[in-house]
Nanobody, 123 residues
Framework: QVQLVESGGGLVQAGGSLRLSCTAS????????LGWFRQSPNKDREFVAA???????MQETSVKARFTISRDDLKNTVYLQKDDAKPEDTAVYYC?????????????????WGQGTQVTVSS
């Protein structure tokens, strides 16, 4: 069973930088795709960004959310970053891992999930 632990959430001023990390407990981290999703109160879970495994070349990001995703396979960690946070970015952010290398925007295709980290962007 893979465990994913998110960190970096909290209170951020609008216009400030937001950087989240997610570390996985697996030796095969580099082989698998990773994704970030978010959920605001009374809204469905929403895709934010994803990055492929093996080489990380394939990336997909939500045009609406405008985040950057990256990964460090030596640290078993995936990152999510945005330099101009907005109040509408307030949500619980989840990282997830697929059991294949290809990235996906579909939450149903991810096998493992973190518990989430709360991000609040104040105006």
């Amino acid at each position: 069973q893979v465990q994913l632990v998110e960190s970096g959430g909290g209170l951020v001023q609008a216009g400030g930088s937001l950087r989240l990390s997610c570390t996985a407990s697996t030796r095969t981290f580099r082989s698998y795709a990773l994704g970030w999703f978010r959920q605001s109160p009374n809204k469905d879970r929403e895709f934010v960004a994803a990055i492929s495994g093996s080489d990380g070349r394939m990336q997909e990001t939500s045009v609406k959310a405008r985040f950057t995703i990256s990964r460090d396979d030596l640290k078993n960690t995936v990152y999510l970053q945005k330099d101009d946070a907005k109040p509408e970015d307030t949500a619980v952010y989840y990282c997830a891992m697929r059991e294949v290398a290809s990235a996906s925007t579909s939450a149903e295709s991810y096998a493992f999930w973190g518990q989430g980290t709360q991000v609040t962007v104040s105006s």
